[in-house]
């Protein structure tokens, strides 16, 4: 079993950044992909961000040049640090966990074949 727990949410103003984190607990492999979605009130969750343990990195249209997804192996954790943040970008961000990396090779944000889920964090951008 693997947990995952994001902090790092919070409210700012227009043109701000925020870091999030995903510590990794639990079970843990060698081969993973993990992403980062959100969802906003009244709409689908969106994949925004992903990452493999093979370098691939994978951005949604709508963060790419503001998002970057990062990685700290000796503290089992996922980053996402948000600059330029837009008060479209508020909505509540989760981090999830596939260790069947090559499933999610020609969609790096399927949600189906990602097999942990946190509980998010809340980001909030105002205007």
């Known amino acids: 079993q693997v947990h995952l727990v994001e902090s790092g949410g919070g409210s700012v103003q227009a043109g701000g950044s925020l870091k999030l984190s995903c510590e990794v607990s639990?079970?843990?492999?060698?081969?993973?992909?993990m992403a980062w979605f959100r969802q906003a009130p009244g709409k689908e969750r969106e994949g925004v961000a992903a990452f493999d343990t093979d370098g691939r990195t994978t951005y949604a249209d709508s963060v790419k040049g503001r998002f970057t997804v990062s990685e700290d192996n000796a503290k089992n954790t996922l980053y996402l640090e948000m600059n330029s943040l837009k008060p479209e970008d508020t909505a509540m961000y989760y981090c999830a966990m596939s260790p069947t990396k090559w499933l999610l090779v020609l969609n790096p944000f399927q949600e189906d074949m990602l097999d942990y889920w946190g509980q998010g964090t809340q980001v909030t951008v105002s205007s």
């Open positions: 639990g079970n843990t492999y060698n081969n993973y992909h």
